[in-house]
């Protein structure tokens, strides 16, 4: 199981700025966490982040080359991006929609994801928990 | 951790009817699926269903006196009930929203979930799985 | 052929109340002249009403255990009832819409019924002859 | 008691193209079994088909001097003819809807009918029965 | 002049939990604070809360055969239920509907009451003294 | 000034049915009393009706051939035709929307007319004196 | 018959202020040629003028004690003020709504009128002879 | 206890005109009634009216220099304007908001009030008697 | 290569009125180059007009005898015929819709197309040279 | 350069009530603030305000009898008139629009102005600096 | 005759992927039967691809150096860019508008081209030759 | 106080391309101009143009290690990019939202600025000078 988790625009940010509002956790300490979590589920674990909506499409289109499941936390492209939409539609291998947050509880342009549709399943919520849940998902597909 | 795992309308039929359509996974099946898992996170797991929307809401109003966390498959109740919504929201313990099915690859009134702003998070697309990920979910919950 | 008749909220009233308003026909009238037709045309017919949302998912949930068709008059869950749609599309029996009155001559919202994409048809608007025909159609059913 | 029965757009192509797909059933078979039960009701029946939206306002228009009710399936016309919903409302005689397919089953843009409600009642998703109904409602109507 | 009062969802709830958020004020205390009020206005006044819309359906349509006014607070049903609405609508005796907040001060999706347009008045936003208000108000119909 | 007077679907029916409901002026009642107005403005006018679109299409087509001015009461094409908007948009000769009642007191559908935005202006409201008070203006045009 | 002709805001800059665009036509001019046609229809004839919604509400609470009929041109008003139309619809004389200008062929939130739905009728886009023909119709009235 | 009781546009025809379609009630019979109430609940109470949504505004504006309460009939400035809404907001007592009809079972642009959620409560349907339980409520604010 | 090419309503107008403004093609000129065209495709063209949606739509169900494809420039129709639409879905000659103008640089009503879901592709704003474009694509049909 | 500065509803309570909450800047303030900075620009400034819809309209209808330059900020009537918009459409002078607060981030129904498309242009969000902007702004129209 | 011709995110993918599902016409067969046309046409031709928004609108922005039509297949940028949209605005050069597939025939969304209302024409479901008939209009536009 | 001035897509194509319809000033002038008017008021300024969304994200991730405020036009993407939107609201700098042309007066789909809730204010219309005020508001910033 090869595993490629795909962050968007800001999510950079995390944790750097204004920890005292957003938290100390870093994009960093979420990938740690996920290493750890993929080696005891004896998975292979690749971590990116992306400000450029045409570098998400391009990482998503290249993925059956290497991976078995994509994670995708698209941030504000989730709600904007027909072409991230179409790059999963089109690509073979399963992808998973995580959020942070709970889009819900958020403003109403937030409730919208474009890429929901298409892929295999949506969790949100959860904070950087969200990610872990992801890849237990992404592992239990493998044995289905 | 003690979690209160409700179901609602129509979810008793699971498994049991057109299991060439639907599979034939039960009820049942995903309560047993999800005892053993709670053993093995050393959390106890009470799992209900009703088809009556009045009945959900009382089993809400009542969880925080035996129960720290609701996992809650309102089924067709999530895109109408504002009773339920209005229950969670009242209710101490935290709610975690499950579906079966990815609720956004499906009709365009199931989009959206009156339950989900005022929930912790919510799961969705997983099939059965998407209880244990809610139930890995609510005993992260604990340790936070 | 067994025909299961189901009557949604407030429809028990009928006839009883106000009748210089709204006809001295009553539901137990109905029943009637149902199973007089019922019997001319070798049918055996049951008749139920109900001011549960859930009690009316119960008994289309149970219908495909004695009956071949289900006739629904919903009442005022029509417009409202995603759970009663989600029981008729899991049912295994054609369900037969029927109403009273024109609901297209009435307000806005009663335009709308979340039943009827997933029943075989829908009449409206002939009053008690409504149900009547809804038999003659269950039981042409039978020969196709 | 004397039946106008009226059809409006490409029903004439019922039965003749494409019997695959959408059966085998004519206009002229309908009518027969139309006649059929008309004459063991001992009602008289006429029955017409244009593409012609104005053609088919001025079979209503001058119903009143020769039938006591008409039975019209306004196909695309049902969605689209103010004209249509004029000529009914100012005729004296009552009109019946009927369509073949449950237009509610269909694109949304079928699901609005503007006849309606102006009509005594509609009956649809039976398919050739479905006027075989509307030949018995109408009958009923007469002894009201 | 008889009064019945009814309470819909979650109502049961108040001032029961969290009582530094939502108030000390239980349903009894405003059940006990009405019938004090009632007395000295020589009304009888019963106070019935349920959680079912089937069971608030029912205690309205038995409404004429005891009480001359009904006052209801639907709670989160005043926005989803059409059978409530057509249950007051049935009845002969008037309803007042009330709120404990000001409904138009909340979220969009309680700005619409589906009872409002067939009950007599509305009192919202007064908290407890809602519920008085609408004693006398019901106290005044008679009058008139 | 040669004045054309065009009159869409079910206005042939004017006066002639239910003359206790809309009062008993006939359309010819109207044809008369414009003639009468005519002569005495020195104008020459022609007065038509026609139940199909693609007719009344034609007719503001070539009105241009024979005819200074077009006052036009569409009927129920006014809310439903494009192919009239665009007739009227490109014929060089002006064109004076007329209707009988005040159609923004009537059906929501009723409030939108296509033709008006391409035509010169509009009278509604005043039954058959619409039509003089069109006639009016079409004979102002002229000294204009 | 006495005759009310009320003007909205900015209709006092009619004709002053940029001739070269909107034409040299003032108020005065448009009241001196109404007092004349007022005069040859033996009608009497009050023309007033502001841009204050209060002031018109006013003016026409009052007409009934002077006039016969109100012609108005309520200007932006006409699009924005339910209180002009509370006036028209209480007052017990007829109203008729004018406009210099087709208001169809301009902004979209110029197409809605407030107040039309309550007048008599409306006519508009014949400029100044707008009123004439208001006039006309007015005095037509009388002899109804 | 010093209250201000305003009234807007239209509501000074109360009972003046057309008492036969709208109660013989006039404005002043309703002060009079509401000072009778007023005394025996040893409060101080003034009464105004204005067709002039600025002059409402002013007078909102300046309660909180004599008044504890205000007491607001805005008629059709209730659905129109934002001025009033923010001269609420922006004043230190509270306005609490009374309508003679209930608002909810008349037309649908008089559903949405702009000023109620601004408001401390509202109160409509009971006629000339909601301005007593609007009464009743500012009083009861004293105490608590 | 037999081809259909029909014309809907006031494309008869083309180039006949007012030359200055839209050019002096007529629909007989883009006929001519249309069958030149056709002669060094090997194909065989008839070319049609009509105002009338009914004539439209009978052409449209009689292609199939004669024709291998239909080009089709519905004007007005495009936007607003339901019978149009189903008269082309229900054939099976491929239709191939064009427009002389770019329909998307219009009015908003003109946006929509309720025949282009059920035409082969769409061809528009290329003038007289989109029915050219038309024929490329229709006899490319052929060889694929 | 002469530039006349209004201020529309509610703005009079600047800086005098609450001034905890909206700070102690009074309308005053920014007369005088503004007087200064047009000192040193050479601009002459008259400064008003008001909360009557009509006044204001006058006072932008006479601004080019002594005016350059008009600076706006209609506050509530922002949102709602017409008859500003018509009035400042109509002036000969350029209209600059100010807001205190950024009305972007404040209720969904102040994001509209009905001003803004015939203004100059528009500065919001900048509190009393707003205003020196936008007197900035006027003066660089001078010697543009 | 020099030509650029444009494509968006995701149709690198064309033909490489899932063949049995898209077919196996690769975008650079696409390219190679365009040079082989533009060779029989006189004409040059550059074609390029890209997923990134910002890299299109720097093509579109330097076309008219090198280039006098670009064909523009934006993918899913056609329904979210108006950064696409102004750039072909802003360009001197027409841009055509291609889809392979009718985009009328798929989800909803993809219905509104934001560049449309500022292309040429626009030409869809056409699979490849959608190019070539693209081709065609831009070389048949040189010579008008 | 060191100013950040970003530039979005298209606006590098200033006063480059068809000078006689937009004018001649560039996007060099505009700095050039904004570099003047910052030494005067001894504030420090970069200036930077991109058309791609990622990288302006990036700038304003980035903007908070070397400047005080950020000046933004944001051009097209002003109204599609909610990663935008997210970078401004996440940055601890202020941002000032500019824009060359009055939006509101420009297409419907313009009026709407996703970034303008987050941003410190918002200046439109003022052509180059929008810079300048921009400047001015930023400078006051820092002395508030």
Redesign the interface.
């Given at each position: 199981m090869k595993v490629l988790v795909l962050n968007?625009?800001?999510l950079?940010?995390l944790g750097q700025?204004?920890p005292e509002v957003y938290g100390k956790t870093t994009l960093a300490d979420i990938e740690s966490m996920l290493q750890t979590r993929a080696k005891s589920l004896s998975a292979k674990l690749e971590f990116r982040q992306?400000?450029?909506?045409?570098?998400l499409?391009?990482w998503i289109?290249s993925a059956?080359d290497q991976f078995n499941v994509v994670i995708l936390n698209a941030?504000?492209?989730t709600?904007?991006?027909?072409?991230l939409?179409?790059?999963i539609a089109?690509?073979?291998v399963p992808t998973i929609e995580v959020h942070l947050s709970?889009i819900?509880?958020r403003e109403e342009?937030?409730?919208?994801?474009?890429c929901?549709?298409?892929?295999?399943?949506?969790?949100?919520?959860?904070g950087a928990?969200?990610y872990?849940?992801a890849l237990?998902?992404a592992c239990?597909l493998k044995v289905t």
């Amino acid at each position: 199981m090869k595993v490629l988790v795909l962050n968007g625009p800001n999510l950079n940010l995390l944790g750097q700025r204004e920890p005292e509002v957003y938290g100390k956790t870093t994009l960093a300490d979420i990938e740690s966490m996920l290493q750890t979590r993929a080696k005891s589920l004896s998975a292979k674990l690749e971590f990116r982040q992306s400000n450029h909506e045409g570098e998400l499409v391009g990482w998503i289109q290249s993925a059956p080359d290497q991976f078995n499941v994509v994670i995708l936390n698209a941030g504000a492209y989730t709600h904007t991006s027909v072409a991230l939409r179409d790059a999963i539609a089109a690509t073979s291998v399963p992808t998973i929609e995580v959020h942070l947050s709970n889009i819900y509880a958020r403003e109403e342009f937030r409730h919208k994801s474009l890429c929901a549709p298409v892929c295999k399943g949506q969790i949100s919520g959860f904070g950087a928990f969200s990610y872990v849940l992801a890849l237990e998902a992404a592992c239990n597909l493998k044995v289905t």
